[in-house]
C-alpha cells in the first residue's frame, strides 16, 4: 500500500506500508510539493529472467509525474511542469501500456 500526502524530514513523500506489520520502511520522494495521486499499473513486469516488478506512477502538486519501478531506488521517469496546476488523479489502461492523467487546471 502506498500512501500519498506523507512527510518525510518535512519533505513530501509516498509512504510504503507493508500489509503484513503496518510500517513505513520505504518512501517515494523527490516532489517539491505535496503528492496528490499514487496509482499501480495493473499489471506486473519482467526483463529477462528478473522476478516480477510493479511499476507506480506518482503526482504531485508541482505539477510534475514520476513513474517508479519496484527493482529500482530512483525513478524511471519523472516529468516536470506536465500541466499548469495540481495533478489530481491517474489511472492506467487494462493492457498497462497507457497512463492517463488529469490537473486541477481542466484538462
Same mark, same amino acid.
Given at each position: 500500500?502506498?500512501?500519498?500526502? +506523507? $512527510?518525510?524530514?518535512?519533505?513530501?513523500?509516498? !509512504?510504503?506500508?507493508?500489509?503484513?506489520?503496518?510500517?513505513?520502511?520505504?518512501?517515494?520522494?523527490?516532489?517539491? #510539493?505535496? @503528492?496528490?495521486?499514487?496509482?499501480?499499473?495493473?499489471?506486473?513486469?519482467?526483463?529477462?529472467?528478473?522476478?516480477? !516488478?510493479?511499476? @507506480?506512477?506518482?503526482?504531485?502538486?508541482?505539477? +510534475? %509525474? +514520476? @513513474?517508479?519501478?519496484? *527493482?529500482? #531506488?530512483?525513478?524511471?521517469?519523472?516529468?516536470?511542469? $506536465?500541466? #499548469?496546476?495540481? @495533478? %489530481?488523479? %491517474?489511472?492506467?489502461?487494462?493492457?498497462?501500456?497507457?497512463?492517463?492523467?488529469? *490537473? $486541477?487546471? +481542466? *484538462?
Amino acid at each position: 500500500i502506498v500512501s500519498a500526502h +506523507s $512527510l518525510n524530514n518535512d519533505g513530501p513523500t509516498a !509512504h510504503i506500508i507493508d500489509r503484513n506489520n503496518w510500517k513505513t520502511g520505504m518512501d517515494f520522494v523527490g516532489h517539491r #510539493k505535496a @503528492i496528490e495521486v499514487v496509482c499501480f499499473n495493473p499489471h506486473l513486469f519482467t526483463k529477462g529472467e528478473e522476478v516480477n !516488478h510493479g511499476c @507506480i506512477a506518482v503526482g504531485s502538486r508541482d505539477r +510534475s %509525474l +514520476s @513513474i517508479w519501478l519496484t *527493482s529500482l #531506488k530512483r525513478p524511471l521517469v519523472v516529468v516536470h511542469e $506536465l500541466f #499548469k496546476d495540481s @495533478i %489530481l488523479d %491517474l489511472a492506467w489502461s487494462k493492457d498497462g501500456y497507457t497512463l492517463m492523467a488529469c *490537473s $486541477l487546471d +481542466s *484538462s
